[in-house]
């Protein structure tokens, strides 16, 4: 077999950071013989993973090539595979792929990928791949291509994203990976974790699914899989028991396992993408056709894929955004200005104020305290995060010494006295101005002048929380996203008088939080709750115009949103949701809609619009619909989209032109990472740039 062919696809790429394939040999115990060792490495620090582009892969073939040529002349007994320090392989070079412009050239690194990693099961001698870190995409497939796989309790980020970026996994993970966990497992690991915030596995969970054969410490990762390999080479009978037992399933399963996809991805999607369903129609035919029939099948379907206008708006979201852009926020001040943080206050303990404690306790290993009115609330708060403590080390995401380290740093105190030594402290009280000025100036009273006091308001003024204050300028905007564990997005919030000292050490404290932080401008609302009070306020005026609610809460669909407007607003609570309505509207009037039927649903007590019926479809109640007054104006679904859609362009622009972010892709940032934008529209902005709202509305295109 030889890779000259796809000289001609490499020559596009003469810049690529290659992942070069490092040989080693290992004298096995015992006499077992010698074994070939690949590290994949790329020659450059754990900020640069290892990605695989065409001459990384052409390099890879090669050396498997001469390896099976040392194997058929008796010098190898095995051959195994793994990386540099952190990472097996984060996948495709998306860089790459999005370059290629021709169809033959991306059939071309379909077809790549394929025939190298094929080689990994015709050498003559069992194949091991060793999974010592990250091991995304094309850089899972390369394991499971391989005959037996171990993996690290160290190891994070394992998964098959492509979904989520507008490809399938088009390198033989389709098929395999369901004739290894199970077809229900693969469905979670192919479709559900990538469209739930591109969710991954670590070693222990890819190891419980039946990924990986062995699990070992990251200590002596390598030494102890070498030694199971040793041990596989004389006995592979309990390996191939476990596999048996893991992956028993029938039709019936397999067909489940399907729909249950479909379901998962109409909820999330509304259909609107067209890589999930590509996945599970690769997924559906893969049960009876041979790994070669499917190759040819998955080559066709990436090929097709990579030359969609879905996929490279998905490039840029993914990687210009929330690759790059979220990596390094514009507008942050020097990061050696952040002052350190020891000790953690949250005045609150509610919800979302035990959602942040448990945050800051886990990712930055302090003490937090939190306080409240009296000690029944403050008991209920600290044993709310003890109880997510002992699920998180229920289901192995917390070993018993980290449950415990953060147990005992999460306490509570009814006085705010507790905050003395505190060196950061949130508010997340009732969102009304004066309660939360009162608990700054209270605050304030017993932190040292360094103390940086922020808030997780959603749209009040920073400014105005500052105002009195012997120290306003430590005080900053620091809003969460709910559920606080699960959404990436952070926006901090600039007044004007806030110190570039306490602007760096939030931005600090993000990262440390593992959020993606975006600095933003004192303004109403901020970024994503001022646009999707926008849209909320078109769809539910014309729906009070007299349009019936399944078209004015379908008429987003094309959007692919991960849920409609109604739904959303059931979700987040009619009367949250019409109190932010109306301080839009009283900051920045009448093209924020308040609807006076929303007013009537929160007046009689009502959760939602819809409710189900018998047969569990949504359905509005004839008692609800008696209580409504509609106009006579109603609506198509084209035309609540296109208002909604010259609306949302209408507010972006004066939000540019009013500063609130440095840029359109700051905007499209914060909708992908806190309202889950949809990945395939690119960005909100590139999106009414491509429906035409943006020339209808403002004249001219964001970009």
Known sequence: MSFERYEELAALVPDEVVTHSFVEDVQLPDGGG??????????????????????????????????????????????????????????????????????HHGRLMAELGHEAYGLLGTLGVPSFAFINGVALGGGLEIALAADYRTVSSGAGSIGLPEAFIGLVPGWGGVWRLPRLTG??????????????????LDGRKAFELGIADALFEPADFLEQSVAWAAG??????????????????????????????????????????????????????????????????????????????????????????????????????DRSLARPVTKVGVVGAGLMASQL??????????????????????????????????????????????????????????????FADADFVIEAVFEELEIKRQVFAEVEEVVAPECVLATNTSSLSV?????????????????????????????????????????????????????????????????VNRILGRMFGEITAAFDEGTDAATADSALKPMGLPMTPFKLLELVGLPVGQHVQESLQAAFGGRFYVSKNQ??????GKKGLWEQDEAGNDTVPEATLALL??????????????????????????????????????????????????????????????????????????H
């Open 463 to 527: 400014a105005a929380m500052a105002e009195g204050l012997r120290h306003p300028e430590r005080v900053v905007g620091f809003h969460f996203f709910n559920p606080v564990a699960a959404m990436p997005l952070l926006e901090i919030v600039k007044a004007p008088s806030t110190a570039d000292e306490v602007l760096a050490t939030a931005f600090a404290v993000g990262k440390e939080l593992k959020k993606n932080a975006v600095l933003v401008r004192d303004a109403p609302a901020f970024v």
């Open 357 to 418: 404690a448990l945050l800051f306790a886990r990712r930055l290993g302090v003490p937090v305290v939190l306080t409240d009115l009296d000690q029944d609330r403050v008991d209920k708060g600290v044993a709310w995060v003890r109880g997510e403590v002992d699920k998180l080390a229920a289901k192995k995401r917390l070993s018993p010494d980290q449950a415990n380290r953060i147990r005992a740093l999460v306490t509570g105190s009814v006085s705010k006295a507790a």
């Open 183 to 200: 077809p229900a497992a693969a469905i979670t690991v192919m479709i559900e974790n990538p469209l739930s915030n591109n969710r991954t």
């Open 34 to 103: 010698t074994l070939a060792l690949i590290t994949l490495d790329n020659g450059l620090d754990s900020n640069r993973p290892t990605t695989l582009g065409p001459n990384t892969l052409i390099e890879f073939g090669r050396t498997l090539e001469g390896l099976r040529d040392r194997a058929d002349a008796g010098e190898l007994s095995a051959v195994a595979l793994t990386g540099k320090p952190c990472f097996l392989a984060a996948g495709a070079d998306l860089s790459t792929v999005k370059s290629l412009k021709e169809r």
């Open 232 to 333: 596989i080479l004389a006995d592979s009978s309990d390996v191939r028991a476990r596999r048996a037992a893991l992956a028993r399933y029938d039709d019936g399963e397999w067909e489940a396992a399907a729909v249950a996809g479909r379901t998962f991805v109409e909820a999330r999607t509304s259909n609107a993408a067209p890589a999930p369903g590509k996945v599970l129609d690769l997924f559906e035919a893969s049960r009876t056709r041979s790994r070669e029939d499917s190759a040819a099948a998955e080559c066709e379907v990436l090929t097709e894929l990579m030359q969609s206008p879905e996929f490279h708006a998905t490039v840029y979201a993914f990687l210009e955004l929330v690759q790059k852009r979220a990596k390094r926020p514009a507008g942050a001040p």
């Open 629 to 702: 007054t509609f106009g006579s104006s109603p609506s198509t679904s084209e035309q609540v989209l296109q208002r909604t859609q010259d609306a949302l362009a209408d507010e972006i622009g004066r939000m540019l032109e009013e500063g609130v972010v440095s840029a359109p892709e700051d905007i499209d940032l914060c909708m992908i990472l806190g309202a889950g934008w949809p990945m395939h529209l690119g960005g909100i902005t590139p999106y009414l740039d491509r429906v035409g709202a943006s020339e209808r509305v403002l004249g001219s295109t964001f």
């Open 599 to 604: 007013q009537v649903l929160v007046e009689a």
